[in-house]
């Protein structure tokens, strides 16, 4: 299974020359294109295309994640190392600063070829042994909430609701042209105002005061006595449905595959920018999937999903071992309840701080805390003992030959372990991954059950 690696060289429209020949117009002479695509392997590779026996040494890439309990699974490069003479096609010297690259690898059997990194390579040491390339990523950049100038003349985000919401403030915008209603941003939130949504002053129904409503605002008439809130559901409430509008065009503009993914409800009201790929990995984490992004397409998948599966037999792996987490004490989560109440002082919104812990099976463990994004007390309860399960949980590593399969983040393994003297059976998702292909070598870890 050879590791190829593709780099793309924008070297301007120029000619090309040759022993024989220096062409001084455009008559019968060999015009270079502004691109040149140069295939390096480890070994030479033919199959559509020819990959030239370019590449020194390459840091293993490796997929890993931040949390055990799922969230971000990112793929991490470090140095490429190329031949001297890789960029010969064009007489291109010095070799390049910066290019667009693609990590592909080929099936053993079928030779077929896929997309394991797409990002850019850039120069970082040029000597008689070599040229090295650092590897990065493509970047994400986009931000989880729109921005718009709000009333007071201030760049605001705009608030997003997801899922059920109840009295919360919408940001209030510049006044409406003509009547000189009050605008406000309601947060996305869907269907009919009065029947599906509502707007409060002070806990009090005043729909009948709103007017000119839009799928993101709406007017109202009157000055409001206290403050003014809404309650209502946001057109994504479940956590694929949220995913699918993070890859929209707008925002990441990646296709979307969801097949493993599990239905997952959420309840959050969003104020507060941030990198949206940082809001996507805080929410995974809490509902125990992860997502990876391979080329132009975000997989979301739950971290007990079976993405493909291999039984393996103690011929197959290498010696392995199985890793224990910090105990864990408890684990908890807050977040803040809105509700209309009438007290002596009258009615208003109350804040209340609402918070659920569950308790790990050691008491002289750690305490530890995860964001929430749900607001009922069973559905978080719920939700927390999953994601402690994930951080008690033995971890199986071990390695397995760079053969015909190619293993990525959820594949399920099966084994039974007789290297520790006694027979231990396995069964573990493998969310770590490293792919050494200098070594021919696949690097397996992951939440285990083990009997």
């Not at 455009?26 to 020819?50: F, K, M, P, S, V």
């Not at 969801?258 to 507060?272: E, G, I, K, Q, R």
Request: a negative charge; hydrophobic letters at 35%; aromatic letters at 12%.
């Amino acid at each position: 299974m050879p590791a190829l690696i593709e780099m793309t060289l924008f070297v301007g429209d120029h000619w090309l020359d040759d022993a024989y020949n220096t062409w001084l117009d455009d008559e019968y002479n060999i015009w270079l294109d502004t691109e040149i695509t140069t295939r390096a392997a480890y070994e030479e590779h033919a199959g559509l295309q020819y990959w030239d026996q370019y590449v020194e040494s390459f840091t293993p890439p490796q997929y890993r994640l931040d949390h055990l309990s799922g969230g971000y699974c990112k793929l991490g490069f470090g140095d490429l190392t190329l031949t001297l003479d890789t960029f010969k096609q064009g007489n291109i010297w010095p070799p390049p600063e910066a290019m667009p690259v693609k990590n592909l690898y080929a099936e053993a059997i079928s030779g077929t070829i896929h997309n394991l990194f797409i990002g850019t390579m850039h120069r970082q040491k040029l000597s008689r042994d070599g040229i090295v390339y650092q590897l990065y990523e493509c970047t994400f950049d986009q931000f989880l909430l729109a921005e718009t100038t709000d009333y007071d003349g201030n760049t605001s985000p705009l608030p997003r609701a997801f899922g059920a919401i109840k009295h919360q403030q919408p940001v209030r915008l510049p006044d409406a042209v003509g009547t000189g209603y009050r605008v406000y941003h309601h947060g996305y939130l869907i269907g009919i105002i009065g029947v599906d949504w509502h707007v409060y002053d002070d806990g009090v129904n005043v729909d009948s005061n709103v007017t000119n409503v839009t799928s993101s605002t709406f007017d109202y008439k009157v000055t409001p006595v206290g403050e003014l809130t809404v309650s209502g559901t946001g057109a994504d409430s479940s956590l694929i449905n949220i995913f699918s509008w993070a890859c929209g065009a707008t925002h990441l503009n990646l296709s979307y595959d969801s097949s493993l993914a599990t239905a997952f409800t959420v309840s959050y009201w969003a104020s507060s920018q941030e990198v949206l790929v940082s809001f996507l990995d805080r929410l995974t984490l809490y509902a125990c999937h992860l997502f990876r992004i391979i080329g132009e397409t975000l997989y979301l998948q739950d971290m007990d999903a079976d993405n493909g599966t291999a039984v393996l037999t103690e011929f197959d792996f290498y010696p392995a071992a199985i890793t224990y987490a910090a105990p864990v004490a408890l684990l908890k989560t807050e977040w803040t309840d809105r509700n209309a109440v009438e007290e002596t002082i009258g009615k208003y919104i109350k804040e209340t701080t609402q918070k659920v812990s569950v308790t790990g099976p050691h008491p002289y463990g750690s305490e530890t805390s995860v964001d929430c994004f749900q607001s009922t007390i069973p559905e978080v309860t719920a939700a927390l003992t999953r994601i402690l399960s994930y951080l008690t949980a033995p971890r199986w590593e071990t390695s397995i030959p760079l053969a015909s399969t190619f293993p990525e983040p959820g594949l399920k393994l099966s084994a039974d372990d007789n290297s520790m003297g006694q027979t231990v059976s396995i069964t573990a998702h493998a969310t770590d991954i490293e792919y050494d292909f200098e070594n021919y070598e696949i690097k397996l870890a992951g939440a285990s059950t083990i009997s």
